[in-house]
């Protein structure tokens, strides 16, 4: 399964929610039209960790939606994700990138243009920056300016991810600075009616 050029990009939070409820969450975010979904699960141990992650590619396929796995290449080949997520202390780019040929790789880089530029160099497939805005997911959180968005627009040729406190209304001004995807957590998994909060988001790609 490919990358999306762009789009919303849901990230799952069991912090915030047990399996089923992840589960059917993220059913209304596929149906809502989600372009993009990562399984973030810091809390548990692997045997629980592979379970539900494949009921999250089970139930994304029919979609044709990727799924990201935070943290882990091996558990995304384990359970047939598309890709993994790197952040600053994860297993490192290149390595990844040579024994797993096919996955699509995302990398955080937080406030660095230059740690994107040779993440870019050593074959990530997309540059996520971050936090833009305060984040209840991650409140100690780098701070990342949206000129940073602007810049990166200029140098980097790989689809940018925007992350960090981002709602459907503070969105836009970051689409239009440069990014490519909205990745959430909260204001998806946190919500009321992720449905419709999902819509809401989806329609600042549409004005853009």
């Not at 979609?63 to 994700?81: E, F, H, K, Q, W």
């Not at 202390?89 to 955080?108: F, H, K, M, N, Q």
């Not at 997309?126 to 810049?151: E, I, M």
């Amino acid at each position: 399964m490919t990358l999306p050029r762009g789009g919303l990009y849901a990230i799952t939070d069991t912090s915030l929610l047990g399996d089923d409820e992840v589960i059917s969450t993220t059913e209304s975010l596929l149906q809502a039209g989600i372009h993009l979904l990562q399984y973030r699960d810091k809390q548990r141990h692997d045997d629980d960790r592979r379970e539900l992650g494949e009921r999250l590619v089970a139930l994304a396929d029919p979609y044709r939606v990727p799924v990201i796995v935070n943290d882990d290449p091996s558990l995304a080949i384990a359970i047939g994700a598309a890709g993994v997520h790197l952040g600053r202390e994860d297993a490192g780019l290149s390595s990844t990138r040579e024994r797993y040929p096919d996955l699509i790789i995302g990398v955080s880089c937080y406030n660095d243009l230059e740690r994107a530029v040779d993440a870019r160099d050593r074959g990530a497939d997309y540059l996520a920056f971050g936090a833009f805005y305060p984040s209840t997911s991650k409140p100690g959180a780098v701070h990342a300016d949206v000129n940073l968005l602007v810049r990166a627009r200029t140098v980097l040729d790989r689809p940018i991810v925007a992350i960090g406190g981002i709602t459907p209304e503070n969105g836009a001004p970051l689409l239009a600075a440069g990014a490519d995807f909205l990745a959430v957590i909260s204001g998806l998994y946190a919500n009321a009616n992720p449905y419709e909060n999902a819509k809401n988001y989806l329609k600042l790609f549409a004005d853009t």
